[in-house]
Each structure stands twice: as C-alpha cells, then as structure tokens.
C-alpha cells in the first residue's frame, strides 16, 4: 500500500500498481514494479549473477572507502554503485564457470589528480605494509601536500584498511598500520587527495599483493 504524507502533489512511498515510491539520495523516485520471473535463468544471466555476486561482496568489503574515493563520479548514486559499475566492466577476469577479481585492474578510487609512480608495496615488521612512491609534486595539479591514501584489502575475511591522514605525497612514503592482519596475504593501493576542503582524488595505482608479516 502506498503512503502520500504530503497530500495528492507530494511524494509517495510503497507500492501502487506497478509503480513503486521510493527516495534515493534525497530525491523522490517512482520506478516499475519488478515482474514475477517465469522463465528460469540463461547460462549468459547466471553469469552476470556469478560476476554481480563477486563483486558487489569486494565492494561492500570497500564500501567506507568508496564512499569518499568515488565521489566525483557519484552523481545521483552512492560511491558503492559507481565503484561496482567500473569494477564491473574491467576487473573480472576468468573464464564462464569460474569468474574472479583482476585486482591489479580494480580501481578503488577514481578522479582527475594525477596519481604516481608506485613501488610494490611491502611488509617488513609485523602487522605493518610499507608504500613508496615518486614524488611528481608540480605534474598538473599535483602538489606536495597531496594527502596519500593507503590501501589493504584481505579478500578472505572481506575488510578493507585505509589511511589519509599519516603521509603525503612529498614524502614519496608511508607505512599502513594493520593491526587486526597476522600471516595473511592482502591486495594493496595508492592514492592521493587533495589538502584543500574541494576534494579531488586521483585514480588509484594497484601495488601489489603482500603477505603480511606475524
């Protein structure tokens, strides 16, 4: 049943017919009613299901991050949704039974500020993964005071490290601190941010899988 809270002109939530009321990023939004399925699924749509399952789980996994590092491109939609439609296109890899994530195309930030040249990442004391990179500070809109963003993803428990806040790009390093990882092997970003409060980020650079020093 559907509500009209602001009269017959307002906005509606539930279901009337075959229109359904919702909000999505404080819009107000009427879309078709889903149809009751009657035919069972092709091989092609079992696929696209297998791929939507796999990725949106790495997704979700990501999903405090992806809110801010997708933003540019979070035009009436979550930073979730945008990162899962790119990572969609070019991050799956594997043949039609058995489709998986091609982290080094993951992207799990994506702007216009020009990213760096990156070295594999690193664990060499425990529970710590070290970033080096070269500074390009003055490479466009590059500067030294870039925030550099640190990345670990370990796909087996589904949870995502990050930090902003310890090191820039002028210092063409870092060390990520992640305690709650023994003896694990992560997948591993870079990125950068802007200093200033407009926010733009750079695309992200793949550094690599890193086991994870006891």
Same mark, same amino acid.
């Given at each position: ?26 819009? @107000?939004?009427?879309? !078709?009613?889903? %149809?009751?399925?009657?035919? &069972? ?5 079992? =696929?696209?299901?297998? *791929? ?34 790119? @990572?969609?296109?070019? !991050?799956?890899? %594997?043949?039609?039974?058995? &489709? ?5 195309? =993951?992207?799990?930030? *994506? ?57 820039? *790009? ?45």
């Amino acid at each position: 049943m559907a509500k009209l809270p602001g009269g017959i002109f307002g906005p509606f939530y539930g279901k009337a017919g075959n229109v359904v009321g919702t909000k999505w990023k404080d819009l @107000n939004v009427l879309r !078709a009613a889903p %149809g009751k399925k009657t035919k &069972p699924p092709t091989p092609q749509q079992l =696929l696209q299901q297998q *791929r939507f399952a796999l990725m949106s789980k790495v997704m979700r996994g990501m999903n405090n991050l992806l809110a801010f590092s997708f933003q540019a491109y979070a035009i009436n939609k979550s930073g979730y949704n945008c990162a899962l439609q790119y @990572n969609l296109r070019n !991050a799956i890899t %594997g043949n039609a039974s058995s &489709p998986e994530i091609n982290y080094p195309t =993951l992207l799990v930030s *994506r702007g216009d500020l020009p990213a760096a040249t990156a070295e594999p990442a690193r664990s060499v004391t425990a529970r710590e993964i070290i970033f080096s990179w070269t500074d390009n500070s003055g490479l466009g809109i590059a500067k030294s005071d870039d925030q550099a963003i640190l990345v670990c993803y370990d796909p087996v428990m589904n949870v995502c490290v990050f930090d902003r806040t310890t090191t820039c *790009r002028g210092n063409a390093g870092g060390i990520l601190q992640i305690p709650h990882f023994n003896n694990t092997t992560v997948h591993t970003w870079l990125a950068f941010v802007t200093a200033d409060p407009k926010e733009i980020i750079s695309d992200s650079v793949y550094t690599g899988a890193v086991t994870v020093n006891v």
